[in-house]
């Protein structure tokens, strides 16, 4: 039944739904979907605010960020409402989330001890130099062979070393044995099954694989990573798989989500695997690119790690049931994507709109030598080095805002080629076409931009939200559940557009030279050596 005929029709008929929370970095969404047609029914968004108490210093609250799961979910179920849906139809909610991002509570009252720190905040810096410098030989991808990363201020490992070192309140519930750790997941899990009154504290694999802490091989938590950070594991979440069902849903906030308690929680995945699971990336070899914030490239390597010569991390792609096998992924992760769009609105004021962005780039359709390198947060795939700062250069007397605007679309584009040609030299076996998803892609000049710079066709479901669809295929599927079948022939038909390169390749090549030039030019500029300079200022 397509979108139109159903809402002609009395929708009573729909059949089993099912629900996705996608807490993202800078949003939250509440979604739900018709678990026969995976057609998205209702959704609801709603903006989380960031904070930048210090220079390279992120944080979020973990209280606004539980309160905008509730207004997302009441808005949902009104919106259902009006259109004649019964909410009693949704048989499991999945839980999507940023990665990384750190939070610590006290188990006994339900209150953070302290701000989330987001993956992509740099106070830890000094934390992972000595870290590395402790390790044989300086390396740091001491930890690779057990956690398939490099030591970064990317992980949660490190936040929770500088909360336990540098918050009274974390290191004292630690030694009271009142602490909990947890990424986003594991809040709002431990908060919607009961909180302090008898909230899961659980965790996935692909979440715990993000941690540092997480032995991608046992898939259990390691106690020489532990003992290594000096974290003890009491703080830990349980690892469960990212289909089974977790717990119920206990709190309602109102009267209208108070219509979800006791709808099982079923699926959870951190959102890059979530978004491989929404684009149907079950195959070894298929692979998806995500423009959110960050831009997340994830190819599928079956059930087995592979470890990567160029720069890439090995994850956890998913693990869809309990006794299921995890299956792997080459994650390729770029910091700043769609996060250079909200500073050049924010930071710069050069537009007031995000779809302003769009237009501002197509009135000159070039950069004209101008390159951006959004370096925000130092450089993650390939490099890993976090002395980068952001640059812009190749600017003349001719250079305005939409030059700038089109090299901060470009700079996505480029960083994406980067991810490909690392992912293709590791696996051997060139990608022929992108499978893209994630907010930015509802930009066309992007996308064409993209296929231009890459020289292979992207391709874009018309659904955009692959990465809550990945969570509530999760959910659905969970046992227990069972409303929502992932073989192959049970999947629905995707209608996508494809966007095909149209320049020629040797313009391609030499713009990505120039990328390369402009990105070697952004390194070694924030070193923690103080320098001499008289004034006490770095």
């Not at 979020?60 to 849906?85: H, R």
């Not at 909410?87 to 909610?93: D, P, Y």
């Amino acid at each position: 039944m397509n979108g139109s005929m159903a809402a002609s029709q009395d929708r009573i008929m729909l059949g089993p739904l099912v629900a996705a929370i996608d807490q993202g970095t800078s949003s939250t969404r509440f979604l739900v979907f018709n678990a026969k047609t995976a057609e998205l029914l209702s959704h609801h968004q709603v903006e989380i605010k960031q904070s930048f108490p210090k220079e390279g210093w992120v944080e979020e609250d973990p209280k606004e960020i539980l309160q905008s799961v509730y207004e997302c979910m009441d808005k949902t179920c009104e919106k259902l409402t009006q259109l004649n849906i019964d909410i009693s139809n949704i048989k499991a909610i999945g839980v999507t989330n940023q990665r990384e991002t750190t939070i610590v509570w006290d188990k006994e009252t339900g209150e953070p001890l302290y701000n989330a720190i987001v993956w992509l905040d740099l106070r830890t810096q000094s934390t992972v130099e000595r870290l590395i410098n402790k390790t044989p030989g300086r390396n740091k991808n001491h930890l690779k062979h057990k956690t398939g990363l490099p030591i970064s201020t990317y992980f949660s490992a490190v936040k929770l070393r500088w909360l336990m070192d540098n918050v009274d309140e974390v290191s004292e519930a630690i030694h009271s044995h009142k602490a909990m750790f947890g990424t986003v997941d594991s809040w709002l899990i431990w908060c919607l099954t009961g909180g302090k009154n008898g909230g899961v504290h659980c965790t996935d694999v692909t979440n715990a694989s993000r941690t540092m802490l997480f032995n991608i091989h046992t898939l259990d938590w390691d106690p020489e990573l532990c003992s290594y950070f000096g974290i003890p594991m009491e703080v830990l979440p349980k690892v469960r798989s990212s289909s089974e069902i977790y717990g119920l849903m206990k709190i309602s906030s109102s009267v209208k989500s108070g219509s979800l308690t006791g709808i099982p929680i079923s699926g959870c995945l951190g959102d890059q695997s979530a978004a491989l699971v929404g684009q149907m990336c079950f195959q070894d070899g298929q692979a998806k690119n995500t423009y959110g914030t960050g831009c997340f490239l994830l190819r599928n390597t079956g059930p087995k790690p592979v470890m990567s010569d160029h720069g890439l991390l090995t994850t956890i792609a998913y693990q869809l049931g309990r006794d299921k096998p995890a299956c792997y992924a080459l994650e390729g992760s770029v910091a700043i994507a769609g996060a250079v769009v909200r500073w050049l609105k924010d930071n710069l004021g050069i537009i007031q709109t995000l779809s302003e962005l769009e237009k501002l780039a197509a009135a000159v359709g070039t950069s004209y030598g101008c390159y951006f390198v959004p370096a925000f947060s130092g450089l993650y795939a390939p490099y890993w080095e976090p002395s980068a700062r952001g640059i812009i250069c190749g600017l003349t007397q001719f250079t305005n805002r939409s030059h700038i605007a089109f090299a901060a679309l470009e700079a996505v584009c480029f960083q994406t080629r980067e991810l490909m040609d690392a992912m293709n030299q590791d696996s051997g076996i060139p990608l022929t076409q992108l499978q893209v998803d994630g907010g930015m892609t509802s930009n066309r000049l992007l996308m064409q931009l993209q296929a231009d710079i890459l020289c292979i066709p992207v391709v874009k479901p018309s659904m955009p939200e692959t990465t809550a669809l990945g969570a509530a295929m999760a959910a659905g599927s969970a046992e227990g559940v069972s409303v929502w079948s992932l073989n192959l022939e049970d999947l629905s038909e995707v209608t996508s557009e494809k966007f095909e390169p149209q320049i020629n390749p040797e313009e391609s090549e030499f713009r990505y030279a120039r990328w390369k030039k402009a990105v070697q030019k952004c390194m070694n500029w924030e070193t923690t050596e103080p320098v001499g300079n008289g004034n006490g200022h770095k």
